[in-house]
């Protein structure tokens, strides 16, 4: 069991001298002020550790080590502290914590949030601050009440005496202060959750019902300007000059000037703003990106996988040598079939934006962002700050799915914000994407291409399974944006470049990207296997998108192992069950799904199609019941099961399969971006549809009971919707599609 | 002078004639509830109702409103007096990121209030207009009919002042509320 890494007494260190009150004045003496420090909700405040801080009101706060974008952090890691704590989660003041070490992802080594593992490496970790925090003020209690701590009970943020009074936690906070802090305290038994594993409605509902809850794109401060930005229509490419003659005409507009990716216009109101970027006009420079058209992609990536046989990721028995023998063999059939995915745009329904203010060596920045510790750097990196004096301040994501983990529009913003501070010096600026800025400037899901080839023995067993994927790897322009602010200061600036984007990467010809590949071999039972990777990237910027390499290999993997099926005359489901007899939770879920959907009784006029995928730890099977008439598909009722372990908001957890569910939806049946001349052709929702509620199926989940640790479940919901549709369109017409979007002929 | 009601109330404004409501009301009035999404009214999260229809505000110039109702996600109810559809909203956990669910809100509001029993037809007609990229959209049908099923008329949520405590539900014992003072 991992333990709550951060001390109460390490953590006091971390405050600010500013912040007073009594604990501090006991426990400061000598400690260093950190600028970035929690700051305390009232000067009375115990500080219990560096997630909890109780008032002797009685109110809780609880500082949120993971950002909040939908998937559920806010109300789930909530209950974590709340279980052990003995406090209702909705009476905890949640608030978003600043960037300290204290709340760096035990796994990332840095603060921030992604890969679906807020829950799974919060679960020991805010459990233990809770029960430590707890036992802190039954210590109290039983010193002020004079009795042992084992007569006390706590309900509610309550100690409860034997004779049955109720006093308020925040009644023993001065007393609690100190004493000794409690480590390590026994957590509960599952058998005593009040709330893990119970329904619950979520805690941020009233906000996010009321119009309350806060955006980046909500922050508001004292004199605050609005800036839009003049992108160039290719990536990469810079204004070589412009002119803002009659921008600048405008009542208004504060100023407009040249930064690295632009031109910003920068006026007290948005809708200024906006009418004099219509009215400058840019020239750019070129970039070998603006002869590339997407037309030539998949015939690109199609001829490399003739020519080239790239590198090898994973080899286990023969590998792609079986199927030679294979070949030869009466007993055995060989399959081939070759997939085809476009590129993607994450389309969040709150464009990117930021606001930045600087006030001589100080900056303050107001973002929803999954990258919380990179900003600052970011920020004090390319502003040449000192990063303590950088402050960040993260408000709720109005959707993410992986792009606010990216630090373009933050670094951006420090370009503006400087440049501005210098005519308006300690005035803050906001910085509003268009949706067609947000649209033409992402980093795309890349597209791919895959060959797929297995061999079947006469008992329907696959022998051989071999695939190769081509396309664009993520990982070098992730790591493009970021190795600067991150690396090591003793690391040379080859090994930099060579790592990232700007040299002949790591990522390129050398190793494998993981992300490229992930999901393309690891689920299915067959005794020789070999994935390997042909590069090719024709440098439209690309990025991690919901469920990441699993958004495709699911669809590659689960289509043909379809195929595979019916060509060994198998049924898809008793062929996934033969093949995952080693893994009993993947078998699991998929024998579940054929039982709760009823597989083979589908309503008449409909067809049953099946998936399923592990990704991100947890595993997920779903069968999607659809018809076709003429060309259109329409996807009516999808059944899922997953097994992320433990549940500890069941509810949650099926609202992130549903949600998981309909966003891969959107890629099944429309999701598609494309590029002329490398300008993005895509600008808005009419031209990048997405799924609307008329189109929605109704979504059924059931969780499958663990007493597993928990796993991720904001993206193991997307991977095996695209496939279940694709396959069950197979029944419904005789048609294998192989590409996406799904459309018939 | 543009003159309309806002949320029940008289206001004014002589902001430039052209300038969208959207931003009238965001940047001017400083209600942060409704959203920007598209700036083309293609994806409903501006929507406010304008003399009961919900409407996009992102492509609506403020002159247009002069004389009229505007309704924003504030005047549909607040946390102490939520409306019953945001209390539907809650009980059935409908926000995931929750950036659209203002402009959710606004429609099905508009809704229920001409069609108070609407067949998931009528759902599905009145709520097309409105993009969720989270993916909300059964727990927004769902959460309609609740309403309209008069599901949430007696429910409160969880730590409410009027909704029944966890003590009082388990052991019929009433406690003070989490903000009773310590006696130190």
New interface residues.
């Given amino acids: 069991m991992s333990q709550l890494k951060v001390s109460r007494r390490g953590f006091m260190g971390l405050l600010g001298a500013g912040s007073g009150g009594l604990v501090l004045s006991a426990s400061l003496s000598g400690c260093a002020s950190g600028n970035n420090a929690v700051q305390s909700p009232s000067p009375e405040a115990l500080v219990l550790n560096a997630f909890l801080q109780i008032t002797?009101?009685?109110?809780v706060h609880f500082y949120l080590p993971r950002e909040?974008?939908?998937?559920?952090s806010y109300h789930g890691l909530t209950t974590l502290v709340a279980e052990e704590l003995d406090?209702?989660p909705?009476?905890i003041t949640v608030q978003h914590a600043p960037v300290n070490k204290a709340f760096n992802h035990p796994e990332f080594g840095m603060q921030g949030t992604g890969g679906s593992t807020s829950m799974k490496v919060s679960f020991y970790p805010l459990r233990q601050a809770g029960a430590n925090a707890r036992a802190m003020l039954v210590d109290a209690a039983a010193a002020?009440l004079g009795v042992s701590p084992a007569q006390l009970k706590t309900?509610?943020?309550?100690i409860i005496t034997t004779s049955g009074e109720?006093?308020?936690y925040?009644?023993?906070?001065?007393?609690a202060s100190t004493l000794p802090t409690p480590e390590n305290v026994p957590l509960k038994n599952a058998s005593d959750f009040n709330l893990i594993g119970k329904q619950?409605?979520?805690?941020?509902?009233?906000?996010?019902?009321?119009?309350?809850?806060?955006?980046g794109?909500?922050v508001?401060l004292p004199n605050l300007h609005k800036a839009v930005i003049i992108r160039s229509p290719v990536y990469g490419a810079k204004p070589v000059k412009f002119d803002a003659t009659e921008a600048l005409k405008l009542a208004d507009v504060a100023q407009v000037f040249a930064i690295d990716n632009g031109v910003a216009i920068v006026a007290k109101?948005?809708?200024t703003a906006k009418k004099a970027a219509k009215l400058v006009s840019v020239e750019w420079s070129n970039v070998p990106l603006a002869s590339q058209s997407s037309t030539h992609i998949r015939d690109d990536f199609a001829s490399a996988l003739d020519t080239s046989e790239g590198e090898e990721h994973f080899k286990s028995g023969e590998g792609v040598q079986a199927l030679q023998q294979a070949e030869s063999s009466e007993n055995s059939t060989v399959v081939e079939a070759e997939y085809w995915v476009p590129f993607l745009a994450h389309?969040?329904?709150?464009?990117m934006n930021c606001t930045i203010q600087f006030n001589g060596p100080r900056c303050d920045i107001w973002l929803g962002t999954q990258m919380t510790g990179a900003v600052q750097s970011a920020v004090a990196y390319h502003g040449e700050l000192d990063k303590e004096n950088v402050f960040v301040h993260t408000t709720?994501?109005?959707?993410?799915?992986g792009r606010r983990g990216n630090l373009d529009y933050v670094v951006e913003a420090v370009e503006v914000g400087q440049a501005f501070s210098k005519s308006h010096p300690n005035t803050p600026v906001q910085i509003?994407w268009?949706?067609?800025d947000d649209m033409r400037h992402d980093y795309y899901r890349p597209a791919a291409l895959a060959r797929l080839k297995a061999s079947i023995d006469d008992q329907g067993q696959v022998q051989t399974w071999a695939a190769t994927r081509s396309g664009g790897n993520m990982m070098s322009y992730i790591l493009d944006e970021v190795i600067d602010v991150l690396a090591p200061g003793f690391l040379p600036n080859g090994m930099v470049d060579w790592l990232s984007k700007r040299g002949y990467g790591l990522f390129e010809n050398w190793v494998v990207d993981p992300s490229s590949v992930e999901g393309l071999h690891e689920d299915y039972d067959v005794p020789n296997k070999e994935v390997r990777h042909v590069t090719v990237d024709h440098g439209m910027r690309l990025g991690f998108l919901r469920s990441v390499g699993h958004s495709y290999t699911g669809f590659f993997k689960e289509s043909f192992m379809d195929e595979l099926a019916i060509k060994a005359n198998m049924d898809p489901v008793e062929m996934r069950l033969n093949h995952t007899q080693s893994s009993p939770r993947l078998n699991g879920v998929i024998r579940e799904v054929a039982k709760v959907a009823q597989w083979g009784k589908p309503q008449q006029g409909r067809f049953q199609g099946i998936a399923a995928h592990r990704s991100f730890d947890s595993y997920v099977a779903q069968i999607a019941e659809v018809s076709v008439e003429g060309s259109k598909i329409t996807v009516h009722k999808v059944t899922c099961v997953v097994d992320c372990g433990r549940a500890v908001n069941p509810?949650?957890v099926k609202?992130q399969m549903?949600?998981?569910?309909?966003?891969g939806l959107s890629a099944a049946l429309y999701g598609e971006i494309t590029f002329k001349e490398g300008a993005v052709e895509q600008s808005?929702?009419?031209d990048y549809r997405?799924?609307?509620?008329?189109e929605?199926p109704?979504?059924e989940v059931h969780i499958i009971d663990s007493q597993e640790d928990p796993t991720g479940v904001g993206e193991p919901g997307v991977p095996p919707i695209a496939p279940a549709v694709a396959n069950a369109v197979f029944q419904a017409t005789g048609q294998r599609l192989r590409s996406l979007p799904l459309k018939l002929a | 002078m543009i003159h309309f009601m806002l949320n029940g109330e008289p206001v004014s404004t002589d902001v430039p004639e052209d300038t969208p409501l959207l931003w009238v009301i965001r940047d001017y009035f400083n209600l942060k509830g409704s959203k920007f999404g598209c700036g083309m009214g293609l994806c409903g999260a501006c929507s406010m109702q304008l003399d009961g229809v919900s409407t996009r505000t992102c492509i609506l110039p403020v002159s247009a409103v002069e004389g009229r109702h505007v309704t924003t996600i504030e005047g549909l109810g607040t946390a102490d007096n939520l409306h019953p559809l945001q209390k539907a909203w809650v009980k059935h956990s409908v926000p995931q990121c929750g950036y659209c669910q203002s402009g959710q809100l606004i429609s099905a509001s508009a809704l229920l209030a001409q069609n108070p029993n609407p067949t998931e037809d009528d759902i599905a007609n009145a709520m097309s207009g409105n993009l969720c990229r989270c993916g909300t959209y059964p727990r927004i049908k769902d959460a309609i009919l609740d309403t309209a099923a008069g599901g949430v008329a007696q429910w409160e949520p969880p730590g409410s002042d009027n909704a029944p405590s966890a003590d009082s539900v388990s052991d019929g014992v009433a406690q003070e509320k989490s903000v009773a003072g310590g006696e130190a």
């Fill in positions: 002797p009101e009685n109110t909040e974008m939908g998937q559920g406090v209702l909705e009476r002020e309900e509610d943020g309550h109720r006093h308020p925040g009644r023993f906070v001065q007393l619950r409605p979520r805690i941020d509902g009233i906000s996010k019902s009321t119009g309350t809850a806060q955006f794109i909500d508001d109101h948005i809708w389309a969040t329904m709150e464009p709720l994501l109005g959707g993410s799915f509003v268009s949706r067609e509810d949650m609202a549903e949600g998981g569910i309909i966003f808005n929702f009419h997405l799924v609307r509620l008329a929605a109704e979504v």
